[in-house]
């Protein structure tokens, strides 16, 4: 059931952090903008009352979406809760969740973005420690090949194993007939292989051969459709820089599918979020 946020009562009962305190703020004119004013406000520790989060989304529809609740999750034993709200406007959405970690309350934002290079999603997580350290997440998706290569420049990820996820990806979007030797020479380890034959619960309906290389920095998954001996999809992990890159041929699935390909990845700050959501949407 979607209302206005002038309904709001419940979600302005619970997400005051500290407080009441009069705040002067006007309606924010985007979810992007919103997003980013109460991300500042978090990792500039400043309060963030019910009212400013009233005023910040007046006239935004929301849904309340279903609570989480581990009984006892707490120290002290008391339930630990989050109470997610989804706020929309067009083709963005907010989504504020509200937690009571160790009876600290917490808020959690995540904006996202759909349009037609795919989805984008941003994000601030704090860290359940003392030291209440923030990172700040980037995940992009979308079917378009170069897109992704060149979100990947923006990055400028430093990944040893950069370079030969390139080639691979490259070679999958054209002849896809890269021989798992050959990615074994490119990366210079040995692999582990892994079968998945087919099953008829799986949605894939697919026999699966899965080969993974792995140090203790780096991470790189090769699964070839077995009939046809083709690559299926590709996975690289970062360890260093906790990210993440995949593109999945769908087509080898349905004719009528698109290619996927998706970006997980921890960057340095609000500004660099702001950065890549520009460069993406100019």
Not at 105 to 125: F, M, R, V
Not at 220 to 237: A, R, S, T
Request: glycine share 4%.
């Amino acid at each position: 059931m979607k209302r206005t946020i002038l309904g709001l009562l419940s979600l302005v009962g619970c997400i005051a952090l500290v407080g009441c305190t009069q705040q002067k703020v006007e309606t924010s004119e985007s979810l992007k903008d919103a997003y980013f004013q109460i991300a500042e406000k978090l990792v500039n520790k400043e309060e963030i009352s019910s009212k400013y989060i009233k005023k910040l989304l007046s006239g935004y529809e929301y849904k309340k979406d279903e609570e989480f609740k581990i009984e006892d999750g707490n120290i002290d034993g008391s339930d630990y809760i989050q109470q997610p709200y989804t706020f929309t406007n067009g083709n963005e959405s907010l989504n504020i969740t509200h937690s009571n970690f160790n009876n600290e309350e917490q808020i959690h934002p995540l904006y996202t973005l759909n349009d037609k290079k795919g989805e984008t999603n941003l994000s601030i997580l704090i860290s359940e420690t003392e030291k209440k350290e923030f990172s700040y997440m980037y995940t992009a998706n979308s079917d378009n090949l170069n897109a992704h290569k060149e979100l990947l420049k923006e990055l400028d990820n430093k990944g040893k194993w950069n370079e030969v996820y390139l080639k691979v990806i490259d070679n999958v979007c054209s002849t896809n007939n890269m021989d798992i030797e050959d990615i074994k020479n490119l990366l210079g380890v040995e692999y582990s292989v892994n079968e998945y034959p087919y099953d008829e619960k799986s949605s894939l309906s697919l026999n699966i051969v899965e080969y993974i290389f792995e140090t203790d920095d780096e991470m790189f998954m090769v699964q070839y459709v077995k009939e046809k001996d083709k690559i299926f999809n590709v996975f690289y992990n970062d360890k260093n820089t906790n990210t993440i890159n995949t593109v999945v041929d769908n087509k080898l699935i349905d004719e009528k599918k698109n290619l996927h390909t998706g970006i997980i990845a921890y960057i340095e700050g609000l500004d660099k979020q702001r950065e890549l959501l520009d460069y993406e949407n100019n």
